[in-house]
């Protein structure tokens, strides 16, 4: 009687742990997340070809006559702003596509989705490059849309026709293949002078930036991030089911066009800016469901949109610190985010043999 005692003692203190937990989840985990996001891009100021001390970042960031502030403000912190900003496009596309396809693999680089909007990206800068046009930022955004929207469609109609994850998902890497094979053979048609550029492109990357284009990236980023947390509600019911969804009264065929939209215009504007970059939309919606031990898109829309920034914020400093030559920021986050995607069909296949 005294052991069974002290075993409920035991399993009531875990339960009010338990709870207690569950209570201080959502404050604690977003103020991790912004304490990860500020001191990440804090290192990132310090940390260069040029280190710099916390008080000459911040004299350089307050004095405009000051010597560093050309390096700190043009140089690094014109990288950090981007790196935030397309990052969180990146895993709240992810989040999108998961929920659209209800399968927790989908993204835009798994796809093949980024590499639809390489393909008419190439084109475009090919075509333009050889007329001595400059692409301007909308023009970039608007070919890269077209990509991801093509290869969007064609990743759609596999979807109707196989009902496995893992055929879907091999179906998305074939599609990207077959674009990044396309892209590569259209290269070798360009000039030498450009095909430098449109290399250094593809590689996925964060420097070069201007302030002129995170202008545009801004104005394109935070109303998609908006759009998308107010369609919270009809994501949640759209989670438990579509039958549920119109139930509730959600037009399923124009939220569908509107959450393919947007995940689109997240997709695309981080294929514009910084080239295609992988793994980031599927494995940070992976990591917040983790941290936050929940599904309800107003949790997670936020969160993915903050955990995507503060994964990229760490992969370019790595990209770029971790080696004497600058690395592909695709690289890096293959490196973190491969991983988790494979432990992610592991899990779901052990729960599909159950």
Same mark, same amino acid.
């Given at each position: 009687?005294?052991?069974?005692?002290?075993?409920?003692?035991?399993?009531?203190?875990?339960?009010?742990?338990?709870?207690? $937990?569950?209570?201080?989840?959502?404050?604690?985990?977003?103020?991790?997340?912004?304490?990860?996001l500020?001191?990440?891009?804090?290192?990132?100021?310090?940390?260069?070809?040029?280190?710099?001390?916390?008080?000459?970042?911040?004299?350089?960031?307050?004095?405009?006559?000051?010597?560093n502030?050309?390096?700190?403000?043009?140089?690094?912190?014109?990288? !950090?702003?981007?790196?935030?900003?397309?990052?969180?496009a990146?895993?709240?596309?992810? *989040?999108?596509?998961?929920? *659209?396809?209800?399968?927790?693999?989908?993204?835009?680089? !798994?796809?093949?989705?980024?590499?639809?909007?390489?393909?008419?990206?190439?084109?475009?800068?090919?075509?333009?490059?050889?007329?001595?046009?400059?692409?301007?930022?909308?023009?970039?955004?608007?070919?890269?849309?077209?990509?991801?929207?093509?290869?969007?469609?064609?990743?759609?109609a596999?979807?109707?026709?196989?009902?496995?994850?893992?055929?879907?998902?091999?179906?998305?890497?074939?599609?990207?293949?077959?674009?990044?094979?396309?892209?590569?053979?259209?290269?070798?048609?360009?000039?030498e002078?450009?095909?430098?550029?449109?290399?250094?492109?593809?590689?996925?990357?964060?420097?070069?930036?201007?302030?002129?284009?995170?202008?545009?990236?801004?104005?394109?980023?935070?109303?998609?991030?908006?759009?998308?947390?107010?369609?919270?509600?009809? !994501?949640?019911?759209?989670?438990?089911?579509?039958?549920?969804?119109?139930?509730?009264?959600?037009?399923?065929?124009?939220?569908?066009i509107?959450? !393919?939209?947007?995940?689109?215009? $997240?997709?695309?504007?981080?294929?514009?800016?910084?080239?295609?970059?992988?793994?980031?939309?599927?494995?940070? @919606?992976?990591?917040?469901?983790?941290?936050?031990?929940?599904?309800?898109?107003?949790?997670?829309? @936020?969160?993915?949109?903050?955990?995507?920034?503060? *994964?990229?914020?760490?992969c370019d400093?790595?990209?770029?610190?971790?080696?004497?030559?600058?690395?592909?920021?695709?690289?890096?986050?293959?490196?973190?985010?491969a991983?988790?995607?494979?432990?992610?069909?592991?899990?779901?296949?052990?729960?599909?043999?159950?």
């Amino acid at each position: 009687m005294k052991r069974n005692g002290r075993f409920d003692r035991i399993r009531a203190g875990v339960g009010r742990i338990g709870r207690y $937990l569950d209570a201080v989840r959502l404050p604690l985990g977003f103020s991790l997340l912004s304490v990860a996001l500020v001191a990440f891009a804090f290192w990132n100021l310090v940390v260069g070809s040029t280190a710099l001390s916390v008080s000459e970042v911040f004299d350089a960031l307050f004095d405009p006559m000051n010597a560093n502030r050309a390096v700190v403000v043009d140089v690094r912190l014109v990288r !950090i702003v981007p790196a935030i900003l397309l990052g969180g496009a990146l895993a709240l596309s992810g *989040f999108l596509l998961q929920t *659209f396809f209800a399968n927790p693999i989908a993204g835009p680089f !798994i796809l093949g989705i980024s590499s639809g909007a390489k393909l008419v990206m190439t084109v475009a800068m090919i075509v333009f490059f050889s007329q001595g046009i400059a692409l301007h930022s909308v023009s970039l955004i608007l070919a890269s849309f077209l990509g991801a929207m093509i290869s969007m469609g064609f990743v759609l109609a596999i979807s109707y026709k196989v009902k496995r994850m893992s055929m879907l998902v091999i179906c998305g890497v074939m599609i990207g293949y077959i674009c990044s094979a396309v892209t590569e053979l259209i290269v070798q048609f360009a000039d030498e002078s450009h095909i430098i550029k449109l290399h250094d492109w593809a590689m996925g990357s964060f420097a070069n930036m201007k302030w002129e284009n995170v202008a545009v990236m801004t104005a394109v980023v935070l109303p998609a991030l908006v759009c998308a947390f107010l369609m919270s509600k009809p !994501i949640g019911a759209y989670q438990l089911g579509e039958v549920y969804a119109q139930n509730m009264g959600v037009n399923i065929k124009a939220f569908r066009i509107a959450l !393919i939209v947007l995940s689109g215009v $997240l997709s695309a504007c981080v294929t514009a800016f910084a080239g295609p970059i992988s793994f980031v939309g599927v494995a940070v @919606p992976h990591l917040m469901r983790r941290l936050f031990k929940t599904e309800k898109p107003i949790v997670m829309i @936020p969160a993915c949109f903050l955990g995507g920034a503060v *994964f990229c914020l760490f992969c370019d400093l790595l990209a770029r610190t971790i080696v004497s030559s600058e690395l592909s920021i695709s690289s890096v986050t293959a490196v973190f985010g491969a991983p988790i995607v494979i432990l992610v069909m592991l899990k779901r296949q052990r729960e599909g043999a159950r």
